[in-house]
């Protein structure tokens, strides 16, 4: 057998035997010795004791854990030293395995231990939320978690309810607006917010965190979508925004760099889905939207300024005529400079010639020789050719071609005044040439009042002197341009809707009439004209017309014509406080008559009430009717004649009552 050598005393490593008593008997008489072999090394003892009470004594303790070592391997056993006061046990190491193994096995009965204890926690939880909300569960801000769903709707609408009625703030960037949840036909539905919120869950690991979180449930409500489009549409102008490029502005002569800005254009449909989804939780809904993008940049905008705006009005520009000099100054440039996107993130810029020729025009009036064209007036009742006149002027297209280029100049800051002989646009020799020498064309009407009377005048008075060559085509509306208050026109009666109304400019179809009947005569090709909705007596039926422009002064209804004669046509008028005359004047080459035919299809007028506290002004009203007008024109240079009908159909003027109607007469 091995031998195991004592490591804990100087004793003699050869094999000891051990001496055992194997059959002693009652007597305490001799023993036979049997030898037996050990498998372990014990330290020496002392020589037999002469009891059992000493050999007691001698026996060495056993570890703690000694029923740790396995039987029948090979162990050590430990040391036993005598003392004087007693004996003690050293405890034999370890191995690795066997301290892993102890490990394990107090680790499996801890992890049963907490499985235990979390079951029995698990249970309970569960037994004790069964029914109630789930834990950590939040409304818009209100906790219900934990709640039964009677008690949570209760506290959803103790909580939500008051502000529910209050105005709901729509975002989108940076504007907003808000909307009244009543007229959008919103309302909350509590038991199915609750309903939202589901039951308590099963998962324990669901439960154990729900008890460091919570989960938001967004609120059920219910609104009439139609109606929610609509208060949005109404709201969408403040929340849409049109782009903006990047320009520079001028505060005197200061440049101002302005950046662009995107625009945002938002989509009602999602608009409608968020709100309905949103609006009773705390703070703004954010409403969806598309960017609308700008060619411009910040930067780009930034290089303009400092490139041409600022070097631009940093001192002023010298324009050299013959004799006489100009300064473009700094505030003028100003006003003159443009700036536009030059489609690559900056800025184009440009000059507005006619503000910068304003502003230096004035100071060289000296050296120009304006030019004049050729009138023609009616002097003793007939016409007269004013002569034309040549001038002396500046070209300033060419004046200014490298305007840009010195403006952006440190030094030397002059352009030179292109001066060219200007002759007249319209020369004696032309206007002799148009054979205008007669009235060929005349017509008449009255009994307007004074405010149309002044319109009609204004009206006059621009048309006064208007030439129309042969084969031109003449606009009222384009010849006048806009008439409204800044033009020098008023408020004055108009028809509208049946009834009598007021509107700037009204009494103009007077003059409109005048006019048509005047070419009509002058045997003119009608190119646009259009009659009344309803016949005034004052004008010939189914031989007048009306003209109206917009808001803009952008042309409606017109009253157009063509001169088809060989000469030019003159066209003067003479107004009077009650009348109005308006006379074609050129070579007499057409002689026209009108026929006017009988009243077909009368209509006989329906009633309208006009609310108490409407503007209103009672009528008798007027029976509808259809008439034909037949215009004859024989051409008397060829003897040809040639015949036009035009069929008008008037609509029955109401009877107007203003308040109540009368009451039915007694039967």
Same mark, same amino acid.
């Given at each position: ?18 001496? /055992? ?30 009891? #059992?009470?000493?050999? /007691? ?204 800005? /995107?625009?945002? %254009?938002?989509? &009602?449909?999602?608009?409608? #889905? ?23 940049? *910040? ?25 006489? #000099? ?61 002569? %034309? ?14 305007? !840009? ?70 606009? !009222? ?52 004209? *259009? ?26 209804? #017109? &009253? ?6 060989? %000469? ?100």
């Amino acid at each position: 057998m091995p031998e195991n050598h004592d490591q804990h005393s100087g004793a003699d490593p050869s094999t000891e035997r051990l001496r /055992t008593d194997s059959d002693q008997s009652s007597t305490g008489g001799a023993h036979p010795e049997t030898e037996v072999e050990q498998t372990t090394r014990i330290p020496p003892v002392t020589p037999e004791p002469e009891s #059992d009470a000493e050999r /007691t004594v001698q026996i060495a303790a056993v570890p703690a854990d000694f029923s740790s070592y396995p039987l029948g391997e090979t162990q050590s056993i430990p040391q036993v030293n005598a003392e004087p006061t007693g004996w003690s046990a050293v405890v034999p190491p370890q191995s690795a395995d066997e301290r892993k193994k102890r490990g394990l096995i107090r680790a499996g009965i801890a992890a049963g231990a907490a499985v235990g204890a979390l079951a029995l926690l698990y249970i309970g939880d569960l037994a004790f939320t069964s029914g109630t909300v789930p834990r950590g569960t939040v409304v818009a801000g209100v906790d219900i978690g934990g709640l039964e769903p009677a008690a949570a709707e209760t506290q959803l609408r103790n909580d939500l309810g008051p502000g529910l009625d209050e105005p709901v703030e729509l975002k989108v960037a940076d504007r907003s607006v808000t909307i009244n949840p009543g007229d959008a036909g919103l309302e909350m539905d509590w038991a199915a917010t609750v309903q939202e919120a589901g039951e308590q869950p099963l998962n324990p690991f669901t439960r154990i965190s729900s008890l460091f979180t919570t989960r938001e449930v967004t609120p059920v409500s219910h609104g009439d979508r139609e109606h929610l489009v609509q208060a949005l549409e109404q709201v969408r102008p403040q929340l849409d925004r049109q782009p903006a490029e990047g320009t520079i502005r001028f505060e005197g002569a200061k440049a101002v760099a302005v950046d662009p800005v /995107t625009g945002q %254009s938002i989509d &009602v449909e999602k608009a409608t #889905d968020e709100v309905l989804t949103h609006w009773a939780e705390k703070g703004p809904v954010s409403i969806p939207f598309t960017e609308q993008p700008v060619s411009t940049t *910040k930067d780009g905008v930034q290089r303009a300024l400092r490139e041409v705006a600022e070097p631009a009005v940093k001192s002023p520009v010298t324009v050299r005529g013959e004799g006489k #000099d100009a300064t473009l100054a700094p505030e003028a440039i100003a006003s003159a400079l443009r700036f536009e996107p030059d489609g690559q993130g900056g800025l184009k810029a440009s000059v507005d010639l006619p503000t910068a020729v304003g502003a230096v025009e004035p100071q060289l009036a000296d050296t120009i020789k304006p030019g004049k064209d050729a009138e023609i007036v009616v002097e003793g009742g007939r016409p007269v050719v004013r002569p %034309s006149v040549d001038g002396v002027g500046v070209n300033w297209d060419k004046s200014f071609e490298k305007l !840009l280029d010195v403006l952006r100049a440190p030094e030397k800051r002059s352009v030179q005044a292109v001066y060219e002989h200007q002759p007249a646009k319209f020369t004696t020799e032309q206007a002799d040439q148009l054979g205008i020498k007669e009235v060929v064309g005349e017509f008449s009407t009255g009994g307007f009042e004074p405010a149309s009377g002044v319109n009609i005048r204004r009206t006059a008075e621009q048309v006064n002197g208007a030439i129309i060559k042969p084969g031109e085509t003449w606009s !009222l509306n384009g010849h006048t341009g806009p008439r409204g208050v800044a033009q020098g026109y008023v408020e004055s009666g108009i028809i509208q809707d049946g009834r009598p109304g007021r509107a700037v400019g009204g009494g103009i179809s007077q003059f409109a009439t005048t006019l048509y009947n005047a070419s009509y005569f002058a045997g003119m090709q009608d190119v646009e004209h *259009k009659a009344h909705s309803y016949y005034i007596s004052r004008y010939p039926a189914g031989r007048e017309a009306t003209v109206f422009q917009s808001p803009s002064g952008a042309s409606v209804i #017109d &009253v157009k014509f063509k001169n088809v004669a060989k %000469s030019g046509i003159l066209i003067t008028t003479e107004w009077t406080p009650s009348s109005i005359t308006v006379k074609l004047w050129g070579t007499k080459q057409f002689d026209v008559s009108s026929q006017t035919g009988e009243r077909t299809n009368p209509t006989d007028p329906h009633e309208k009430v006009v609310p108490p506290g409407e503007p209103c002004s009672p009528s008798k009203g007027t029976p509808g009717f259809t008439v034909t007008d037949t215009r004859t024109i024989r051409d008397l240079s060829s003897g040809q004649t040639k015949t036009e009908t035009q069929r008008t159909r008037y609509e029955p003027q109401p009877i107007i009552h203003c308040g109540p109607p009368p009451p039915p007469p007694p039967q």
